[in-house]
């Protein structure tokens, strides 16, 4: 079981950068494999980023590889996503989710499906 909460949203131009976050509770938040997706205005939700819970393991959408890096810190309990060198096509409401790994660090999911925690999301505009 765990909460989750993004935050780091808002209104950017072209080219800028921005950092998202999550903070979740739970118990056992080392053991949860992290996403992070997006749904633009109109659009379904897809895939931008993973991360074990180790945070040994990535993965990325390709349209964001190389701009985008996930990161966690069990610590903390939160992940994040730097978003560099952003688009206004990468305007949408983005949101992390949770999946409970059975103690497989090194585990990441890629579908929404794989996942049944979310956050409500936070929205990122990205103006020309």
């Known amino acids: 079981q765990v909460q989750l909460v993004e935050s780091g949203g808002g209104l950017v131009q072209a080219g800028d950068s921005l950092r998202l976050s999550c903070a979740a509770s739970?118990?056992?938040?080392?053991?949860?494999?992290m996403g992070w997706f997006r749904q633009p205005t109109g659009k379904e939700r897809e895939f931008v980023a993973a991360i074990s819970w180790s945070g040994g393991s990535t993965a990325y959408a390709d349209s964001v590889k190389g701009r985008f890096t996930i990161s966690r810190d069990n610590a903390k309990k939160s992940i994040y996503l730097q978003m560099n060198s952003l688009r206004p096509e990468d305007t949408a409401v983005y949101y992390c989710?949770?999946?409970?790994?059975?103690?497989?660090?090194?585990?990441?999911?890629?579908?929404?499906?794989?996942?049944?925690?979310w956050g409500q999301g936070t929205q990122v505009t990205v103006s020309s």
């Open positions: 989710a949770a999946r409970f790994t059975y103690g497989r660090p090194t585990h990441y999911y890629t579908g929404g499906n794989d996942y049944n925690y």
């Open positions: 739970g118990r056992t938040f080392r053991s949860y494999a």
